[in-house]
């Protein structure tokens, strides 16, 4: 008797591993490990979203009209170009799922986003890592590795694990030396923490180029991480691919509520980024004076090396930390055993990490 099988590539998907939310034995852990919004969801987005309940018998806006028509109109864009998904991951697999196919091949950097290899590997393609410099995604590596069966290049910017980032000149430099038919798509899911003048996320390229898209989300400065809501600005013709394959009701009306309201609080994203950068820097600080390092992050997270020391690597600290109620990232399955990422927390969570990995360092349980 013949077996069911899926079609070939799906196997080979190594499923995504979310960071840990819950600890044995803990009420109420600490987490830092998923680089969630440390103030949370404006009032604004929580009170739209309670209003959306007396709907909830009826579809949702199945084009998503009233997000797409304010997230054009808080960032100057034509709505006809916005498509919104269920999380930009939706929005990654579409793309994957459109343009790539078996004997294509996928780009992206040796440290990007774990969902590019999945997705592309899903779509039965094959996933190119270029190397990255000091943990920072390298224009002339991509380029290098750029083949006849390129056809997508993910480029996250900021870059999750390690939040750094290129500059705009780069990430144009890199535009310049693809060929036409080569999908750049640039994850911006963490553009909103960057203050830095020479950073820019995506909106400027794709105006003016048929080969760029970006990629947005509301799980992080927005904390609507819970309704799973993102969006994708891009040319014409690729917006009307990535309809043409979503799901007809992929955004609920909730999030579409709720994610309208959050962007109507520019007061609270202020407020979010302020903390960001007061309570980052804090942590950089604390851990140079454990003797650590970190990355030169300009997002919400710091990702923090550790020597390979019996008893003070990065596995120890992981395991210190959670027996003390604190929750950080593993980052194997990024190929950075010797890394642990933390976000920025509120005030009391960063003051609590920093005190229980001091007495990691300090060898003291007391």
């Known amino acids: 008797m013949r077996a069911i099988t899926p079609k070939p590539g799906i196997l080979d998907v190594k499923p995504y591993e979310a960071g840990v939310s819950k600890l044995a034995g803990i009420a109420q852990p600490i987490k830092l490990s998923s680089n969630e919004s440390a ?27 009233g997000l797409r ?27 994957a799922q459109a343009y790539l196919g078996p004997g294509d091949e996928m780009l992206y950097t040796a440290h990007g986003f774990s969902i590019y290899p999945i997705s592309a590997t899903a779509a039965g393609a094959k996933p190119v890592a270029a190397p990255e410099r000091e943990r920072t995604a390298d224009v002339d590596a991509l380029l290098a590795c750029v083949t006849p069966a390129t056809r997508i290049l993910f480029l996250a910017n900021p870059n999750n694990p390690t939040g750094t980032y290129i500059p705009a000149s780069e990430v144009r430099r890199l535009r310049d ?19 830095r003048n020479d950073y820019e996320a995506g909106i400027e390229m794709v105006a003016n180029h048929d080969n760029v ?3 947005r989300t509301f799980s992080k400065i927005y904390g609507l991480a819970a309704l799973r809501l993102g969006w994708a600005y891009g040319p014409a013709h690729v917006i009307d691919v990535l309809n043409r394959v979503r799901g007809p009701f992929n955004v609920s009306s909730p999030a579409q509520a709720a994610g309208a309201a959050a962007l109507e609080d520019r007061a609270f994203v202020e407020a979010a980024v302020a903390h960001n950068e007061t309570w980052r820097g ?15 992050s300009v997002a919400n997270f710091l990702l923090i090396s550790f020597p390979k020391e019996e008893g003070r690597t990065a596995a120890d600290a992981d395991a210190f930390l959670r027996g003390h109620g604190i929750i950080v990232r593993r980052m194997e399955g990024y190929g950075l055993p010797d890394c642990l990422r933390v976000s920025v927390g509120l005030e009391p969570e960063n003051r609590d990490f ?5 007495k990691f360092m300090n060898g003291s349980d007391v």
């Open 69 to 95: 028509a304010a997230i054009a109109e808080h960032y100057g864009l034509n709505a006809e170009r916005i498509i919104c998904g269920n999380g930009s991951d939706e929005l990654i697999h579409l793309l």
């Open 213 to 215: 898209v970006m990629t």
């Open 354 to 358: 920093i005190r229980v990995l001091t």
């Open 39 to 65: 103030l949370g969801p404006s009032p604004k987005a929580l009170a739209a979203y309670r209003a959306a309940a007396s709907g909830l018998h009826r579809y949702p806006d199945s084009a998503s009209s």
């Open 282 to 296: 804090w942590l950089v600080g604390e851990i140079k004076r454990l003797g650590l390092s970190s990355d030169p």
């Open 177 to 195: 030396g693809l060929r036409s038919d080569v999908l750049l798509v640039l994850d911006a899911a963490y553009a909103e923490f960057v203050r």
